[in-house]
């Protein structure tokens, strides 16, 4: 696995990975890497001819009082475990090389970058079309692979791609989750062992309500009263029934709809999410 720093590069070698390996699918990751980004690089190993990663911890998508300098960094255990996973280039830019000096131009998704998490953290997904958009220039893939988890960044990726002609689909692979059920995340490892049992109520206010709409509930109203009960040990962002695409509340479910949840367990900020049958 070639490592590279610079943009340059990194354009001459995915121009070659491209013509000689088609199709060249990209993993985006800020790195601190769990079997949720191996699975995105093992999804895009079997569709394409090879495979990009990147690792930046994108300063531009994170608030001036979040988590960026604690931000777990984990470099040389995520080459590793790339490498071993077939990965054929790494990416993994300086903030400068990223954001050089005189820099000014960002992308925002109107609208639907405000929904969300884009409500709860203003101007995080301003952070995450620019630097996402970048790297789609800069690698030019013919997929890219992102998680479910991250359904509201996956509603805006998929507007800006719309919107700005990117030439690229846009590959949603399933949330994968310990034993218990918890979401793997990058943030998991803050959890004392006391806040991982209390961060398991965001996935049994999922699945309760799941087992409602199962039994015939369909109305948004009630199913996020019930989902809610099961909270008590965590401080709420937001619990909502959505429309996949535009993030807009829905007053009742269908196939389709997105059932997203925000949570606070202590000082750590998790998400979760399904898509209802």
Not at 184 to 200: D, T
């Given at each position: 696995?070639?490592?590279?720093?610079?943009v340059?590069?990194?354009?001459?070698?995915?121009?070659?990975?491209?013509?000689?390996?088609?199709?060249l699918?990209?993993?985006?990751?800020?790195?601190?890497?769990?079997?949720?980004?191996?699975s995105?690089?093992r999804?895009?190993?079997?569709?394409?001819?090879?495979?990009?990663?990147?690792?930046?911890?994108?300063?531009?998508?994170?608030?001036?009082?979040?988590?960026?300098?604690?931000?777990?960094?984990?470099?040389?255990?995520?080459?590793?475990?790339?490498?071993?996973?077939g990965?054929?280039?790494?990416?993994?830019?300086?903030?400068?090389?990223m954001y050089?000096?005189?820099?000014?131009t960002?992308?925002?998704v109107?609208?639907?970058?405000?929904?969300?998490?884009?409500?709860?953290?203003?101007?995080?997904?301003?952070?995450?079309?620019t630097?996402?958009?970048?790297?789609?220039?800069?690698?030019q893939?013919?997929?890219?692979?992102?998680?479910?988890?991250?359904?509201?960044?996956?509603?805006?990726?998929?507007q800006?791609?719309?919107?700005l002609?990117?030439?690229?689909?846009?590959?949603?692979?399933?949330?994968?989750?310990?034993?218990?059920?918890?979401?793997?995340?990058?943030?998991?490892?803050?959890?004392s062992?006391?806040?991982?049992?209390?961060a398991?109520?965001?996935?049994?206010?999922?699945?309760?309500?799941?087992?409602?709409?199962?039994?015939?509930?369909?109305?948004?109203?009630?199913?996020?009263?019930?989902?809610?009960?099961?909270?008590?040990?965590?401080?709420?962002?937001y619990?909502?029934?959505?429309?996949?695409?535009?993030?807009?509340?829905?007053?009742?479910?269908?196939?389709?709809?997105?059932?997203?949840?925000?949570?606070?367990?202590?000082?750590?900020?998790?998400?979760?999410?399904?898509?209802?049958?």
């Amino acid at each position: 696995m070639k490592i590279i720093e610079t943009v340059s590069e990194m354009q001459q070698l995915c121009r070659k990975l491209r013509v000689e390996n088609a199709p060249l699918g990209l993993v985006p990751t800020m790195g601190a890497l769990h079997e949720g980004h191996l699975s995105l690089v093992r999804r895009a190993r079997a569709e394409c001819g090879a495979v990009a990663a990147s690792i930046f911890v994108n300063p531009l998508q994170f608030g001036p009082n979040e988590d960026l300098a604690k931000y777990p960094r984990t470099f040389d255990d995520d080459c590793r475990q790339l490498a071993a996973e077939g990965v054929a280039v790494l990416f993994a830019p300086t903030a400068a090389e990223m954001y050089p000096p005189g820099a000014a131009t960002t992308v925002t998704v109107d609208g639907i970058g405000d929904r969300l998490d884009g409500a709860s953290r203003p101007g995080h997904f301003t952070g995450v079309a620019t630097v996402v958009a970048k790297l789609f220039h800069i690698v030019q893939p013919h997929r890219a692979y992102f998680g479910q988890k991250d359904a509201a960044q996956l509603a805006v990726l998929r507007q800006m791609v719309c919107d700005l002609h990117f030439d690229l689909e846009v590959i949603s692979c399933p949330i994968v989750r310990d034993a218990d059920g918890l979401a793997l995340s990058s943030r998991n490892r803050y959890l004392s062992p006391v806040e991982r049992r209390q961060a398991l109520a965001l996935h049994r206010a999922l699945q309760r309500i799941q087992q409602s709409i199962a039994t015939g509930e369909r109305r948004s109203e009630r199913l996020l009263q019930q989902g809610t009960q099961e909270m008590d040990t965590v401080k709420v962002d937001y619990l909502a029934a959505v429309d996949a695409q535009t993030l807009l509340p829905v007053d009742r479910v269908e196939p389709g709809t997105l059932i997203a949840v925000a949570a606070w367990i202590g000082s750590t900020r998790l998400i979760d999410n399904f898509l209802t049958d």
